[in-house]
């Protein structure tokens, strides 16, 4: 009896598993009618037009039809894209003057209300429930705000990925110095003007009144989940724009928003490999989040998602995930560490007599840029994120190095760093650029972070003050917002240098007109660190008890997830958590129920947990995993697909 009970409950899964392959995941090249009369050229991805699902909306400038590419096998909470096209109808539309929707160009339109039509278009064709999300990174998060802003009646929520809604100085100069890779970048993909932007090297009123008309939480009144990366090029924008809409977006929505940061690199979201460092359990976590966001609130799923936390992020270092409720609040005190001679960072101040540093600057030779937030999709063989600053940075006589003693405990940070210098040159202009790393007790010097000020900006973005050769000055380079733990055997260090290209422009060093050709100059420049002039950094620490680790107390429940990716071949990634320290079992079956891997079987804690499963050598087919944490017992189907 046993036996042909489970038949009956296996075979439907196999005659699903055949039709869902046979038919496949197909898109339907569409046009969608603009208010206008103009037409956006659109695909519609899914398995059957006839059953009416919530719809997620892609807009991209980058041509929908990278998209047809992704197609396979349908699966629910599975691959990369479509995220569950068994619950969902995606639609992934070219953006106004661009690839299929090239001829619907107007110069100037407000992209928000081709956001709008297309939603409200959506919710009137058969294969909608009238329900329908957004999702994208990038200029795709961007546009996202703008169609949430002209509040489209059937847009339910939104996912927007590393980017924020506001345009300002900031975007475009750093510490007053053209972020020229980043800009020259974004020209080529037809974004901006470098010519524009470089006419406006100050934060004048032209970009005032663009931060201005860029500045709308107030309009906002759908929930969001906003993702960001410590290595992408804004994550205090992502967080600050966070910030505004728990505060100023529609007071029904302020408390649903919620934030997620991870190890992540602007263009390398949720993969394994991030620059010089892998980080296994990032492994697509932001698309685990966004489906269960989606599911919560376009398919009305009680999966918990209210009670995940406001703030999810990522401790580099420690490597794992943390909660608080509030960001800038986190912190529980700031350490300073003094710059001392022979390149020490102490705590102790320096004393009245000591002796300061030079370096020389040429910006014919400058230092070069060797990872970080670096963004230049043309060139695919720049090192990006953490990379070790060795050989290509700190052997250079243009740098000085600063760094703690061999650490006993660990110390964590986590918000943004301020480092204040106090400097002179022989030249009226020049840079002051930081480097911040992680020194490894086998001596690799991973970039963390960096931030730079041009000395004419140094005490506004605004207002230029030329230097007088020979006069000491304080300025202070921000970096901005991380978490990292540095662990006890490491060391904490920064590079000091006056370039860091081409991520930021060089200074020609001759106090004249920036950004126009001229004559460069040596510059001579030099750091003190006296009781007098006490050069420092600002470190955000806390205690450990300060963030709640895998946030076990936001746990109500038992939980399995749906493996990521699914089908999957031959890697994939199972995530769950149990309520309380017990005895867990985690396994793999076939369809006969046969054990084939035994992923768990020990006493684990309260909290999220997560194991990587090869299937290497398995073969494809449909199998089940099943976790035992005391009386608790869920099963969860995988395709693999080797």
Known sequence: MRKHCFTFFILPIILAVQVYAQSGVRYTPIAIPMRDGKFLAADLYSIDTTMAKPVILIQTPYNKNRYRDRVGVPEAGGSPFPYDSVNYTYVVVDWRGRFGSKDAEVPGYDLGLDGYDCVEWIVRQRWCNGKVGLWGSSALGQIQFLTAKHQPPH???????????????EDYFYGGVYRKEHVESLALLGF???????????????????????????????????????????????????????????????????????????????KLQQGGLEYPNAVSVHDSAAMQFFDYYLRGIQNGYEQQPVVRYYQMGSNGW??????????????????????????????????LDSILYDPRNPSPTVGGSRFNPFDTTIALGAQDQRQLVESRSDVLIYTTPVLENNMVIDGAIKVLLYVSSDRKDTDFSIRLCDVYPDGRSMLLTQGIRRMRFRDSDSTEKLMTPGQIYPVTIELQNIAITFLKGHRLQIDVSSSDYPMFDINLNNGGAIYIPGDTLIATNYIYHDAIHPSWILLPSLTTTSAK?????????????????????????????????????????????????????????????????????????????QLISGKYIQTKKMLITN
């Open 155 to 169: 847009l339910v929520c939104a996912v927007p990925l590393v980017r924020d809604y506001k345009t300002n100085y």
């Open 192 to 270: 901006v003007s470098t010519q524009l932007i470089l006419s406006h090297p100050s934060e004048d009123l032209f970009w005032q009144i663009l931060e201005m008309n860029s500045d709308y939480p107030e309009s906002i009144n759908v929930p969001m989940l906003l993702i960001g990366g410590w290595y992408d090029h804004f994550p205090d924008e992502v967080m600050r724009a966070f910030d505004e809409l728990r505060t100023r977006s529609d007071p029904a929505v302020r408390q649903k928003h919620k934030l997620m940061i991870g190890p992540w690199l602007h263009m390398e979201l949720g």
């Open 322 to 355: 943390q909660s608080t409720g509030d960001w800038n609040s986190l912190s529980t005190s700031i350490d300073t560490l003094y710059l001392h001679p022979g390149g020490l960072l102490l705590s102790a101040v320096p004393s009245q007599s000591a002796a």
């Open 549 to 625: 680790e895998d946030f076990p107390s936001v746990l109500h429940d038992y939980r399995l997830e749906q493996n990521y990716p699914n089908p999957f071949n031959p890697t994939t990634t199972i995530r769950f958590s149990v309520l309380q320290r017990e005895h867990v079992t985690l396994k793999v079956f076939d369809l006969l129920g046969r054990v084939v891997a035994t992923l768990v079987d020990k006493e684990l804690s309260a909290g999220e947990h997560f194991v990587v499963y090869s299937a290497k050598g398995v073969p494809s087919g449909v199998y089940f995993y």
